[in-house]
């Protein structure tokens, strides 16, 4: 089976293994990408990508017409957090409280959850910033 890189019609992942072999040596220390070098068989790393992109892709917004580095980035990165986890539940760690102030304000809160977490990471959300992100990882203040 072929893989398919965005921007390609049905694609299967916005990195390709060759770049995420590349990017998460150079960003992510040998102790927390230990797992992801164990890989061995180019479709098990295949399916952490797809993985990855499906995430990404339920997190951004608005997409770009070409295939930038953020996004390659920000999928390598998730593919690599993402071993040993089920990127595709909920956690149901309801970690957000809200609090209303004088009847005016609403705060919401939220606590971080552990390192089994599904949720992306900060370096992540960073990486998408540009995209619209929406994250359940926010704090908001609003007036109601």
Known sequence: MAFILYPLENYDSMCSILDADDIISKNVPTAQRAKWDAITEDSDKEIQLRIATMKVKQTIKSFP?????????AT????NDSIDKDMSKNDNKDNIKRKRIEGEIDTEYFTKADDKSNDLSDT???????????????F???RS
């Open 65 to 73: 017409a070409t295939l930038e580095i953020e996004l390659k980035q």
């Open 76 to 79: 390598a990165l998730t593919a």
């Open 124 to 138: 992540v959300i960073g990486l998408l910033n540009k995209y619209n992100v929406t994250s359940s990882n926010s």
């Open 140 to 142: 908001k203040f609003k």
